[in-house]
């Protein structure tokens, strides 16, 4: 035992001393330039920046080894970012922008449409604009795309958010978070700058991407025949959404020609349809066709919910509203989940599982913090309701 430890000590003392002698003789000052990645036993010093930017340097001829494209080839998809924001939402959103440019846009250069209720000020515009790697556009929301209908009692709206602020309910008072989801339930799709696509993802302010995407997602729903996707997906406050359910149920009840023959039922109730099991896909991450939210379907759908008025005399949530809509009427093949999309959103993350599967994607996220195979994620519904087969090691992540 005290032999080994003696040799230890030699190695260690031995490496110590090479390490002083290697530093001291590498000439100058170490410093670390950001634009070389080099392995950190080779010398940076003898990059001489200052003629590099000059351009002509000697020596210096094009890497004519094949590098990777860039940019990526290949045809584009009729697709655009959207986000709805307030002109304070300026940093939270930049950060958005900038993850979902650095992990996959920079490659494939789609727009972005910003939707507001009140007109983007300048510095918005600049420095979204400066940071998208696509065409960038700005619009306003018509008045009666958020606001009250003529149809709510005002009264009784108002004394609902009173009662919820008592029960201390998540933006159970709030008037503008109501004309939000009514919003995003029923009319950004309709927005006449979201005329111009069929496809759509949202971004919301301060959320991060964690994996590279390599590939083209909206070419992927379309190749695939996918209307809906989703990422992350839990159970929604009951308290929202009380008489939800029973209002989809006269909704189904009336259009029965609306409901898909092999739909996700399976996924929003444990009994057939009866009740409601609060399961939905978290719409702050959607990459969805606009062109199905443009149905004569969902418009039904959605001008029913509306008439009911249960946006503000309670306060329903586009995402449980959309994921009814998918889970009802779409064929459960054109619901997709992207397991490769590595997501957060305060306070859930998706990190894929499998150690393998995130290094080959570069993804950056802590697998502890991965919410799919917790208690109250939805997943293992969807991948039940499919027959798609759990991951290698997901009953490790389920605590
Ligand atoms: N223009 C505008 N956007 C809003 C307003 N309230 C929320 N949003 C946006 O709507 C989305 C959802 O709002 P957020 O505060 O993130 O809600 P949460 O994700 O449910 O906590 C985000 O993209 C916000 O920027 C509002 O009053 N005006
Ligand atoms: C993109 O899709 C929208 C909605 O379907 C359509 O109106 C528009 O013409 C399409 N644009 C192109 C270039 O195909
Ligand atoms: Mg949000």
Redesign the pocket.
Known sequence: MAGTRYVRYVIVAVFCLALVWYINSSAGPTTFSGSTSQPATSKPNAVDTTKQASGSVQGTTPNSNGLPPAVVNGPRMNATFV????NQ?VWEIARSIRQVEDRFNRKFNYDWVFL???EFNDEFKKVTTALASGKTKYGKIPKEHWSFPDHIDQDKAAKVRDEMREKKIIYGDSV??R??CRFESGFFFRHPLMLDYEWYWRV??SIELYCDIDYDPFKFMADNKKKYSFVLSLYEYVETIPTLWNTVKDFTAKFPQYVAKDNSMKFLSDNGGVDYNHCHFWS?FEIANANWLRSQAYLDYFNHLDQSGGFFYERWGDAPVHSIAAGLMLDKSEIHFFNDIAYY?VPFTHCPTGEQYRMDHKCHCKPEDNFDWKGYSCLSRFYELNDMKKPEGYEKEQN
């Open positions: 986000t709805l924001a307030r939402d507001n209720d009140d503008s978070y004309h939000m919301e302010p702050n959103h």
